[in-house]
């Protein structure tokens, strides 16, 4: 649940903290609002409200991707990271997992979680600013939770009207690996472009999917192969920008997915399609 090399005139400190706290969110319909919104019945099966709410989406915007009070969090994966040393012989260590999934919390629980696990970090994510983050916002927001950690950030965005809402403190990897410029890729697009194995055979829309069927565990999987890929994006923006060593940045990639087997794969049913995401 990250910086770019830039003309002079666009300079701005790429961290201010030395913490990181990589995320991702996974979500479904909020069918009950979606049903309410549409003035369908208490009883309109799931694919009907998918359907009719994905016309009503793109009447409005031109895209079937639903407005941010229509997604409802099912799983969030955080990998907290820290730098060791100093820059850029010091590297970006991948020291802990945080990760929720529908039903394991009370949404009002899960939403203080989630920010206070962000907390004094520098936040890190794909789309973040324009999804993952503005959604935790309004679920906090409708759950009557205080998150003043989060909302009293000394966070200002720079005067670049591109970099709207960019600052050193929240890095949105898809805009800050093209220089916040329109034509940024897919997560899948830019980890294959660098080199990374991309999405492992699921996508943001298979989701809906998977939960209505109760497999959460491979859900859960594929949010954290989601952030782990953001974590390595992130090391190879950090030597980009010359605050890591190439020599520096291998290690923290090996040891991430060392700490993935050791702390979530056991966790998940053996011999199982989670495990095989992982």
Known sequence: SLFSVTPACYHRPM???????????????????????????????????LEKLAERSKAE???????????????????????????PRGPVVATEWRCWRAGELPMEEFVERFFADLAGRTYVGFNSRGFDLPLMELWASRSRVGVPEHFDRADAPDDDPRRKGASALHLDLQKELVNWSWGSGSLDELCKFHGLPGKPGVHGEDVEGLVARGRLDEVHAYNAT??????????HSQVRAGRLTRAAAAEPARSALALTEETLVPKLPPDSRARQLL
Do not use: M, W
């Not at 079937?64 to 820059?87: D, N, S, T």
């Not at 989601?226 to 090391?235: E, H, N, P, S």
């Open 15 to 49: 961290n201010d903290l030395g913490r990181f706290a990589i995320l991702d969110l996974e979500t479904r319909c909020n069918l009950p609002l979606a049903r309410e919104v549409l003035r369908l019945s208490a009883s309109a099966e799931p694919a009907e409200v």
């Open 61 to 87: 915007k031109g895209s079937g991707f639903p407005k941010l009070p229509f997604h409802e969090p099912v799983a969030a994966a955080i990998l907290l990271a820290e730098r060791r040393g100093e820059a």
């Open 226 to 235: 989601d952030v782990l890929q953001t974590f390595l994006l992130l090391l």
